[in-house]
């Protein structure tokens, strides 16, 4: 099992911890059970919940079991945290048919095969039947108001114009209530969320302890905003969503393209999986050379949200339109991004075919160079050789006795080259 505490740690997940030392220690030496949960206000995530989510995606890498809580009760409330008025009442309908889309677009990120692995689950079902006044005996005599009162939340709408509703008062209580509920039937011990819900995170944490005598845990993630202080996840036109029938596929790769320069590194940690010493390298890239790494970034957030041939649409579309940041592929990554560029450069070049039977018998390198018109006659290209000015693939041709094989073509492709830009494409017809 990976040290799930270091991955999260190295890539800039954690904010606040219940228990430091205990959660380092469970994640790191024992397969724990975590949640994570979103409210169906919406039929769509946008890319502000997108922190949890890559979370929890770690979280499983590494051998833990991710529950993801969809709020189908609690959706009915509306969370106050931070919120400066109340949110609009949605009907049952509406919010089981939010809960179901973003139960799909979870699905993008982590492995749901197996129950062993990953459980989607909605805290409707189980508070949808609770009673009034058997929760209130039950559950209500754990909470304290004068504590509530203290959350910064609650602080915030309470000082609001608005105020904050008693019903919105109840959504504390709720979402600790979720935690019990979790950790007595499917035995999960941590709960994870961002910045803003640590006061109800550290209310379930205690509950949990009170009602079920065991310990559980909380952990937070920062809240991620911009220079101006704009919270993540909103462009000019607002939220970046992941439906693409709200946000289009190009526009969410062209979100990740325009970041500010100083954000790199900290996004490609935290939305990417690439390796933290790539990370780190291609995010403190000087400028103008720091556009690749934003390249990098866009592509790889829209491939985990969108598939990799949406994202190399989009790469190829915004690359049509501005130019890539890199078009001689000097930076070096180990982004899938690397290979789609190429594929495109290689498309644009002229192309000569090769019969699947001339390259299994093998083709004289020398008759192949004049076929493809990288040399004019069989002298120019046994010159060209000697000279060492012929490459197969990136490979310098050493020899002119060599024979071009079935083996030297990559996916069907091979790319034949005489000097630096008398490039040719050889193709298995």
């Known amino acids: 099992m990976n040290n799930a505490f270091t991955v999260l740690q190295e890539r800039g997940f954690f904010y606040q911890l219940t228990d430091e ?3 380092r220690d469970r994640l790191t030496n024992h397969r724990v059970t975590f949640y994570v949960g979103f409210d169906p206000t919406a039929d769509s995530l946008h890319i502000g919940h997108l922190l949890p989510v890559m979370a929890a995606r770690f979280l499983q890498q590494c051998g833990h079991r991710a529950i993801m809580l969809v709020g ?9 945290s931070f919120k400066t008025e109340s949110r609009q009442m949605l009907t049952v309908e509406t919010i089981g048919d939010n809960a179901a889309k973003i139960k799909t677009q979870i699905g993008r990120y982590l492995d749901f095969a197996t129950p062993d692995k990953a459980l989607l689950v909605n805290n409707g079902d189980w508070l949808g039947s609770l009673r009034y006044i058997e929760f209130l005996r039950d559950v209500g005599k754990h909470f304290s108001v004068n504590r509530m009162l203290q959350a910064e939340s609650v602080k915030l709408r309470l000082a609001s114009e608005t105020g904050l509703t008693f019903l919105e008062f109840n959504y504390m209580l709720l979402q600790a209530y979720d935690f019990y509920v979790l950790a007595r039937d499917h035995q999960c011990e941590f709960q994870f969320g961002g910045q803003d819900q640590w006061g109800n995170i550290v209310a379930g944490v ?3 302890r009170r009602m079920l005598s065991q310990p559980v845990y909380g952990a937070t993630f920062p809240l991620l905003t911009n220079s101006a202080g704009q ?5 000019v036109a607002g939220a970046v969503w992941l439906d693409p029938a709200r946000t289009s596929v190009f526009d969410f790769y062209q ?3 325009n970041v500010e ?4 590194a900290k996004l490609m940690g935290l939305f990417t999986a690439l390796p933290m010493e790539e990370v780190r390298r291609l995010g403190s890239l000087p400028a103008p050379a720091i556009n690749r790494a934003k390249e990098i970034l866009a592509y790889e957030a829209t491939a985990l949200a969108h598939g990799p041939d949406a994202a190399a649409q989009a790469y190829l579309a915004a690359t049509g339109q501005f130019g890539s940041a890199d078009p001689e592929g000097k930076i070096a990554t180990s982004s899938a991004l690397a ?7 290689a ?3 002229p192309t000569t075919t090769v019969t699947a039977a001339q390259a299994e018998a093998g083709i004289w390198i020398v008759a192949l160079m004049v076929e493809a018109g990288l040399a004019k006659s069989n002298g120019e290209a046994r010159r060209l050789i000697q000279g060492g000015g012929a490459y197969l693939n990136d490979v310098k041709v050493e020899s002119f006795e060599q024979t071009v094989m079935a083996a030297d073509f990559r996916d069907g492709q091979a790319i034949l080259r005489a000097g630096k830009k008398n490039v040719r494409r050889l193709v298995l017809g």
């Open 206 to 208: 205690d509950l949990t």
């Open 21 to 23: 030392d205990v959660i």
């Open 261 to 264: 320069d100083t954000e790199v």
């Open 339 to 345: 290979r789609v560029a190429s594929q495109s450069q």
């Open 231 to 235: 919270k993540f996840g909103k462009s």
């Open 347 to 349: 498309d644009n070049l």
């Open 72 to 80: 189908g009760g609690t959706a009915m409330i509306g969370d106050p």
């Open 255 to 257: 979100f990740w393209r």
